[in-house]
């Protein structure tokens, strides 16, 4: 029993609030109606998250102050809190927050202020806020709570409690924070997270400007008056930013005061006849001839058109003569600006067509010089991509070669893989195959299209090469001990790169930094299958020193999103891969394999938070150009993802359709880690299906193969073990075998751990709590579930937890009503119970019939359903049950479909009519 004597309170007293910061702030002018940007904010008020950043003077406050009218006008709560530098302290915001709060109702606050400052722990703060959701759960109108001025939090502790009540917030809490800056981590992790659900929204400073006829009214507003034309320049001024209209404003008070024939022109032909007779015909005789020599060439400038006539010195004359001719609109474009004669154009296609005719009438000779003269122009101003076309045009080969042999390095720096592909394809195969670095450049763009084939037989005619001076032949053995662990990645091999470590770890002085970057990449995928994340995140940052290719420096971040994954920190893996997307789907085709790479691993992520259908519509959007040019470890994680997804959504024919493209792919490419994924994944599927002997016909397969790599570690080759282990295990514990389960379980447990693999060490632990259960010890059992939930909670996970048995939805439902269970713990066990059959579109079942209707539902819906008939709410239920609101909104939505039923009171009839006794 508790002691009788009050504890006294030792902290120190706490600052008032200032009631003022819970008031937006009020303008001395009336607001300006934006009736349009509030309606967009209006409709986004059913989302979790809004956003609202620009800088100073963007409007950022007032538009947040006329969205509260109108949220209040629709009889939401609004709590509003004007945030301070005192307030990026743990103490201070929670307090802070809490008085907020408290002025729209105080027991929505007074739990959690009784936590609030009290513990220093770790998890103090989310407990606090996980006592405050709840508060707020059992608060029956919608409430939006505004935070102004986020960008004055930094505090880790702070940034962490803001991410937590965004992640947390029941259905009816709804968040708006404006900030001048972009929100650090973690809250950016988990907006960004929101927004790819579709349960936030950001608008920036594209949405806060005023349009035109906006900037107008406000300019009428402070001006009383102002002509059209005026208003119009000024919002082309400020570009309609709402702080410098007002400037404006400010200084305006204070001072007071030709013919054409008429002819549809429609396709190319007409035009051309139309060009030819209406507009050449006027040009003087020189400028025609300066056109016409000018279309040789894709772009120019006045010093090339000076060279091109044979006139060097002449390039300013011929500068002022484009900018005319532009001037004229004589389809010339202006394509770049910069000091003296460097203005760049092009011509009209159609125009070009016209001139290249007439260009095509001018003697061989002077079509050839035409050429020859652009080729060494452009050569001398760096621009060999359009000098080696040049150069082929004129005849001679061999010099275009030289040039894209001096090119090929720079070019793959640069990833811009595709130019240099197109430029290889322009030369003859035997000058390629007689220059050493052509045909580095052809295997380097084998490795980056994931073509094993092509790349061993380039390996091979590299090999072949005859002997060099000791300083290049050491430098070639570098490039190729690269290109090997390449295509040691293409054929998921990671034992191979590590055979080739002494000569990776030499690289020569003067080793080039593409291939440095490329050597970091694949090294750091070897270390990630060997649990070694901080040695690959080392090799990574070693890589992106160099001045090496943007498009390995991409794959580069990809590889670090895969070691924060493996070591279970989904959320911000998830953020490196959307960004890796988004970036690398702004380039050109050549970014394609990064772009695919990406989205298999943001798939992955996605469906690891337990957003399946999200995951499930990214990569059957992708998977089929993923397959062509991607890596197999990328194939095998999105096939993987694509085939659990569809399997959780009761799409169970595509599923096994994912598993049978894996197979068909596993076996095409030679790669046995994809082939035991698929049969592991495939056994598991017959169980739960209840095809014992399919399964045991897959598992003999299976085990065969892992036969092969007895006595693998921490590699590629070690999966195939896993994969072997861990259908074993689902076959121990179909047949009740719990000892034999614990002995695969226990030295794969101590591996994985050893290896750094956190996730597949949480769920380890969940199928060590079944087989525990199984063989009647619960105390065993209950400390492995304990443990898994220590693992789950700080890397994040879902669905590596609620993947291993359908049993582990009951199991953490009990496990968070044990009051001995640290809360936080708790909270997250039930989370993990909430989130089972969340995520994905459960499949229609067919109404069942009214005399088996409660025979499916498990007993803590029979409970719910009980509870039902007594017309208790949603709340109450809870309460009774001690569970979550959303945990009897789970469990009534399983028992809806179960019944086949869309609401209360028709599972209620369905129950009575299944007591209802039958007649003979």
Known sequence: MPSATKVPDTRPPTPAISTTRHTPPRSARPLMRRDSLTERLTEARSLRCVTIQGPAGSAKTSSLVAWRHSLLALDYDVAWLSL??????????????????????????????????????????????????RAIAAHRRQLVLMLDDVHLLHDPCVLSTLRWLIEYAPQQLHIALASRQPLPEPVSLSLARQEARGMAARFDLHDLRFSADESARFLREQLGTIAAHDASRLHELTGGWPAGLQLFTVDLRAKQGSGYVPVHVRDAETFASYFEREVLIRLEPADLHLLTCLSACDRFCGALGATLLATPDAGPEIARRLASLALDGLFLFRISDAAGDSTWYRLHPLLRQVLQARAARLPDADRHRLHTTAWHWLTAHGLVEEAVGHAVCAGSADAAADMVEQAVMERLKRGELSRLAALLRRLPAATIAGRFRLELAMAYLHMYAGEGDALEASLMRLDAWPDAPDASRQRRRYVLAVLRGGLALVRDDTDAVAALLPELHRPPPWADDFAFTARANILSWMHIYRGEYGEARQVIEDGAQCDGAPRGILLGRCMGGMTRAAEGDVLLAE???????????????????????????????????????????????????????????????????????????????????????????????????????????RVRCHLEAGETDAAASVMRGLDALAAKYRGATLSTAWEVRVCADLAATAMHLHHNDFDAALARLAPLQGLSRAGGRWCRVAALHVLMAIAETGRGDAGAARAHLVEALRLGHRLGLVRSLLDVSPQVEAMMADLSRDPSLDPVLGFYAQRLANHAGQGTTPPAHPAPSRHTATATLSERENEVLMLLTQAMPNKKIARVLNVSVDTVKYHLRNVYAKLGVGNRDEAVTRLREAQTPRLS
Not at 85 to 100: G, N, V
Not at 105 to 113: T, Y
């Open 84 to 133: 301070t530098p005192e307030d990026d302290d743990p103490t201070s915001f929670l307090d802070a927050l809490l008085a907020s709060l408290a002025t729209v109702d105080p027991s929505l606050s007074d739990s959690a202020q009784l936590l609030a400052g009290r513990d220093s722990t770790p998890g103090a703060a989310e407990h606090c806020v996980i006592t405050l959701v």
């Open 575 to 681: 953020r490196i891969f959307r960004d890796v997307l988004a970036e690398s789907e702004q380039q050109d085709r050549t970014y394609a394999g990064v772009a695919c790479m990406a989205a298999a691993l943001l798939g992955e992520a996605q469906y690891e938070l337990n957003d399946v259908d999200a995951a499930a519509q990214l990569l059957a959007a992708r998977v089929d150009m993923l397959e062509r040019i991607s890596i197999p470890d990328t194939v095998l994680r999105a096939l993987q993802t694509l085939s659990r997804a569809e399997w959780l959504g009761g799409r169970r024919t595509e599923a096994l359709a994912c598993l049978d493209r894996l197979e068909r792919y596993a076996q095409r490419r030679k790669t046995d880690r994809l082939l035991a994924t698929a049969q592991g994944l």
